[in-house]
Nanobody, 121 residues
Framework: QVHLVESGGGLVVAGGSLRLSCAASGSITRLDGMAWHRQPPGKQRELVASTSGGGTTNYVDSVKGRFTISRDNVKKTNYLQMNSLKPENAAVYYC???????????????WGQGTQVIVSS
């Protein structure tokens, strides 16, 4: 079994910061790409940031310069540092990790349970 557990969401005043974490656990032999997606109320889920297995990062234009995705392969954890938050950043944020479990022959994508981010103006 593989599990992803997210933490770090909550309520923040506009201009503030939050750091989201997503820890993978279970029988994991390899980590590949990681990403954060978000789903604002009444809207579709969208990709916010991603990092490849080699560490290359990409961001949606609206968060460039404010959000930073990072990873700790030893801790099997994916992070999203969010600074200068705006009310339009409010959403449920979902972690995604592409990994290989011991009981699988190839990498597969796993999702976290989602964590709510609320930004008050």
């Amino acid at each position: 079994q593989v599990h992803l557990v997210e933490s770090g969401g909550g309520l923040v005043v506009a201009g503030g910061s939050l750091r989201l974490s997503c820890a993978a656990s279970g029988s994991i032999t390899r980590l590949d790409g990681m990403a954060w997606h978000r789903q604002p109320p009444g809207k579709q889920r969208e990709l916010v940031a991603s990092t490849s297995g080699g560490g290359t990062t990409n961001y949606v234009d609206s968060v460039k310069g404010r959000f930073t995705i990072s990873r700790d392969n030893v801790k099997k954890t994916n992070y999203l540092q969010m600074n200068s938050l705006k009310p339009e950043n409010a959403a449920v944020y979902y972690c995604f990790i592409d990994l290989k479990a011991t009981f699988r022959v190839a990498c597969e994508g796993y999702w976290g349970q989602g964590t709510q981010v609320i930004v008050s103006s």
